[in-house]
């Protein structure tokens, strides 16, 4: 997922409010991370990547990109490890030019989706152009349908490059699946502190924010109360090391959470372990290794142990809230 497109227009953000964290049972003032994933299955790269993240890193969540190539290959792997925080990275555009997918549902259910190879528009603002609500709606029932199919409920949805947050429209369709299904959704309705000064304009006031957070906490879902969502613009360059784009990413991923305010946060990411292929698909390849990289950085897990940073998962949150009266 690139970078959310969420800005809260508003004077100032008060946090004198209980957080969703402190609702859900966390320590008050405590920093909850979910150390979170987007784009598995979109490659070979990606699923790589976010395996060694994991297992040799500190990152516990992620989600996945049902239309793409590579969904089988770590649906394996989930069969081997079914207690994965593992959600859908809702995906209604295809934004490569050699590489691309098209969407589950069809172009005959959902011709406002589809450009003239046949693939999803490669940006959010055609999706947005030609693409209904409705058509939105049926992709990405589509899209959790092929997820149940092959055995898996995801722990929460997601979505790739912002696309479900470009029109109102398009956001209702999201929340409604979510609370619907029961199926927690990323939507920050809390403080929206980093998140408001991090983002760029759709227009989401905080007076709307929360009372979308609350109508999710009502419903019976966890609730973000912030989103992190600055680390694909840390590029790095091609000629850092492993070494030196470990520290240059681990880094900037400690200055800013230095920067969070106390509550639940995602901290989204994109962990990918480049093989020669992945040039061919993206030039994004050093950005996306040097997270998986920080992940795995024994500077960063000493961060995160010495603050009392408190690591958790969706599908924590949702238990959580589960027990919450």
Not at 287 to 307: C, I, Q, V
Request: hydrophobic share 40%.
């Amino acid at each position: 997922m690139r970078k959310l497109t969420l800005l809260l227009l508003c004077p100032f953000i008060s946090l004198a409010q209980t957080t969703y964290a402190e609702k859900l049972g966390y320590p008050k003032d405590a920093k909850v991370l979910i150390l979170h994933i987007d784009d598995v299955g979109m490659s070979y790269d990606s699923n790589l990547g976010a395996i060694k993240a994991m297992e040799e890193g500190v990152a516990n969540s992620l989600s996945m990109m049902m239309p793409c190539p590579w969904i089988p290959g770590f649906f394996k792997y989930l069969e081997k490890h079914p207690t994965l925080d593992a959600g859908l990275h809702l995906t209604l555009t295809s934004e490569w030019d050699n590489y691309r997918w098209g969407p589950l549902a069809g172009k005959p259910a959902v011709p406002g989706l589809v450009d003239k190879q046949g693939a999803m528009w490669d940006n959010v603002r055609l999706t947005a152009t030609n693409a209904s609500p409705d058509e939105i709606e049926t992709e990405i029932r589509a899209q959790l349908e092929r997820s149940r199919s092959m055995g898996w409920e995801p722990t929460h949805l997601d979505s790739h490059m912002g696309t479900l947050f470009a029109t109102e429209d398009y956001l209702k369709r999201y929340l409604k699946v979510g609370m619907e299904e029961n199926i927690p959704v990323m939507f920050p309705g809390g403080h929206n502190t980093m998140i408001a000064k991090t983002a760029g304009a759709t227009g989401l006031t905080k007076d709307i924010t929360d009372a979308i957070g609350q109508q999710l906490w009502e419903s019976g879902l966890p609730v973000l109360d912030d989103l992190h969502n600055v680390s694909y613009g840390w590029k790095g360059n091609e000629t850092m090391n492993d070494e030196d784009l470990m520290a240059y990413k681990t880094k900037k991923y400690i200055e800013t959470i230095e920067k969070l305010e106390p509550g639940l946060t995602m901290v989204i990411m994109h962990c990918t372990w480049p093989t020669e292929v992945f040039g061919e698909i993206s030039t994004s390849g050093v950005t996306r290794k040097g997270d998986m990289l920080a992940m795995m950085s024994p500077e960063f897990k000493s961060y995160l142990r010495a603050n009392n940073i408190v690591l958790t998962t969706w599908r924590e949150a949702k238990k959580r809230r589960d027990a919450v009266h």
